[in-house]
């Protein structure tokens, strides 16, 4: 039998290591939209390595030495975002979340993630400039000029 390690790459491996929740060693405790109270297993390792807030939170001078960090600023849906993305480099970005995810993303101090979220909404931006530039020209279209 094959072990699940082989074939993966890195990133496949700590994104399999966190979705089966295999050797974790922290757990993040956050609120979902419904008000529901929900957790989220990873690893020290992998959190403090990509964002100097959780390093700090995980490993500094005033750093709780417990296994459990109480999220309150940040739905379990922002949360979970997040971390996939700390794992994988990889997220689903859509305007309806862009916002909240680069609040995330800036809180946590994670600047790869933070230029992702502003180049989506530049981009939405642009498009609904020209979008209005179509309709003004249109208007004036209609108007004989």
């Known amino acids: 039998m094959e072990a699940w390690q082989e074939k ?4 496949e ?15 993040l405790v956050c609120t979902n939209e419904n008000g529901e109270t929900l957790q989220i297993k990873a690893h020290k390792m ?12 995980l490993f500094g001078p005033a ?9 309150t600023t940040f739905s379990y849906e922002q949360m979970d975002l997040l971390i996939r993305f700390l794992y994988s480099e990889a997220i689903e970005i859509s ?6 995810v680069l ?7 994670v ?5 992702k979220c502003c180049q989506l ?10 979008v209005e530039d179509d309709d003004d020209n249109e208007e004036e279209d209609d108007n004989g000029d």
Do not use: C
């Open 8 to 11: 993966r790459n890195l990133a």
């Open 13 to 27: 491996s700590v994104t399999y290591a966190f979705d089966h929740s295999l050797w974790t060693d922290v757990e």
């Open 46 to 57: 992998m959190l403090a390595s990509r964002s100097p807030v959780f390093e700090a939170m």
């Open 63 to 71: 750093a709780d030495k417990g296994n459990t960090i109480q999220i």
């Open 95 to 100: 305007d309806d979340n862009a916002g909240n």
């Open 103 to 109: 609040k995330t993303a800036h809180f946590f101090q």
């Open 111 to 115: 600047p790869s993630l933070v230029e």
């Open 121 to 130: 909404l530049q981009n939405r931006d642009l498009a609904e400039n020209d």
